[in-house]
């Protein structure tokens, strides 16, 4: 690479297999890699045959780090940036690297790879069309509360990190607040014993009320869409709009902005409304 470079790399997250092609020539091509943990990179080096110098880059000198690498960067030094596993910054340290040479106006280049995000979403068999990642599940009472009102009222698929010794309260806190929602949990994506459990929160409360081994993602369907209000609900409303001089369209208008049924509904609503006055 020409010049100097922050490269983001993606490592495997469980089986070295995964390890693409661009990411060795990467991690050869550096001149140097930071990494979370020099002990386990060291195994996905000698796994490359790259001899590339590491250095920690992690949770705890992050900060401090990222000005060195900006430096190296501005030196035209080739920095390679890992973590233990997956890509770094998403849930792992890496961000304050990135902002750093970012703001200073620096290249930073990302080579994509495996990610658990991605793997325990498509196995859950929930829908991926939109979907909310909320990291790690906090420890503090308060943090964990927020937490789970923001995953039950999730209109979309929520992927979230649980620590596996914590994973029974959490799927007992989302059994306790709808036993019925639908939920996945994934343990150990992409490695020898991989399992894919999916069911109501009510069932895998009952299943994994023991801690299981191993690294988990827990997926959790949307929350269901209430269901739209029949016309007799919205009968007295349209009667009084209508009433007021309000016309049909306006009628349901006001009804889906309010919530009260879908605009469809709400017409049909208006509709039969102004005909029962008509007949009056």
């Known amino acids: 690479m020409q010049g100097g470079a922050l490269v983001v790399v993606a490592t495997p997250i469980g089986n070295l297999a995964d390890l693409s092609p661009r990411a060795v020539e990467a991690l050869r091509e550096a001149d140097v890699v930071a990494c979370e943990d020099t002990r386990r990179t060291a195994t996905l080096m000698r796994h490359a045959e790259a001899s590339t110098p590491l250095i920690a880059s992690h949770e705890h000198n992050e900060l401090a780090r990222a000005e060195e690498i900006v430096q190296r960067v501005a030196a035209g030094q080739t920095v390679a940036l890992v973590s233990d596993a997956g890509t770094p910054a998403i849930s792992d340290p890496g961000y304050r690297a990135v902002r750093a ?105 009952e299943r994994f009320a023991t801690p299981p081994p191993g690294e988990v993602t827990v997926v959790v369907g949307a929350a269901a869409e209430p269901e739209p209000a029949g016309s007799e609900a919205l009968d007295p409303g349209m009667d009084l709009l209508l009433e007021a001089g309000v016309s049909p369209a306006r009628a349901a208008e006001i009804a889906a902005t309010l919530g009260a049924a879908s605009r469809n509904a709400a017409y049909r609503a208006a509709l039969t409304a102004a005909a029962r006055r008509s007949e009056r």
């Open 101 to 205: 040479v970012a703001d200073a106006g620096l290249a930073v280049t990302v080579i994509p790879g495996p990610g658990a995000v991605e793997a325990a979403l498509v196995a859950s068999g929930l829908p991926t069309d939109s979907y909310l990642f909320l990291g790690f599940a906090p420890t503090a009472s308060g943090a964990r509360r927020r937490l789970l009102e923001r995953v039950v009222a999730a209109g979309e698929t929520v992927v979230l990190f649980e620590n596996p010794k914590r994973l029974p309260r959490l799927l007992a806190e989302l059994a306790a607040s709808d036993p019925g929602r639908p939920v996945a949990v994934a343990r150990e994506m992409t490695k020898l014993h991989e399992e894919v459990v999916r069911g109501s929160a009510g069932d895998l409360a």
